[in-house]
Nanobody
Framework: QVKLVESGGGLVQAGGSLSLSCAASGLPFSQYVMGWYRRAPGKQNVLVAG???????YYPDSMKGRSTISRDNAKNTLYLQMSSLKPEDTATYICVADRNFSMIVAGRGIDYWGKGTLVTVSS
């Protein structure tokens, strides 16, 4: 059974930083493209970043500059470092996995989704 378990969310003040982790199990982690999506209350999922099995990263234009995605294949763990957080960054951050980078970018048909970890940024 594949599990993606996010951690590290919480309450942070605007301008602060936060690091999220996603522990993966039940899949050949090093062979999967991984990514982070976020879902704000009442809004659709938005891609934050993706990383290929070899560490190549992708950030949508709207997300460039304040987030860094990385992975540790030896630990089967995905990370997201966020800085200069704003209240509009408040959302549930969700770890995703798929063999195909285009699926991660498209946000449809992704093989696996975690349950997410809530990040709340106070003003």
């Amino acid at each position: 059974q594949v599990k993606l378990v996010e951690s590290g969310g919480g309450l942070v003040q605007a301008g602060g930083s936060l690091s999220l982790s996603c522990a993966a199990s039940g899949l050949p982690f090093s062979q999967y493209v991984m990514g982070w999506y976020r879902r704000a209350p009442g809004k659709q999922n938005v891609l934050v970043a993706g990383v290929s099995s070899d560490g190549t990263t992708y950030y949508p234009d709207s997300m460039k500059g304040r987030s860094t995605i990385s992975r540790d294949n030896a630990k089967n763990t995905l990370y997201l470092q966020m800085s200069s957080l704003k209240p509009e960054d408040t959302a549930t951050y969700i770890c995703v996995a798929d063999r195909n980078f285009s699926m991660i970018v498209a946000g449809r048909g992704i093989d696996y989704w975690g349950k997410g970890t809530l990040v709340t940024v106070s003003s």
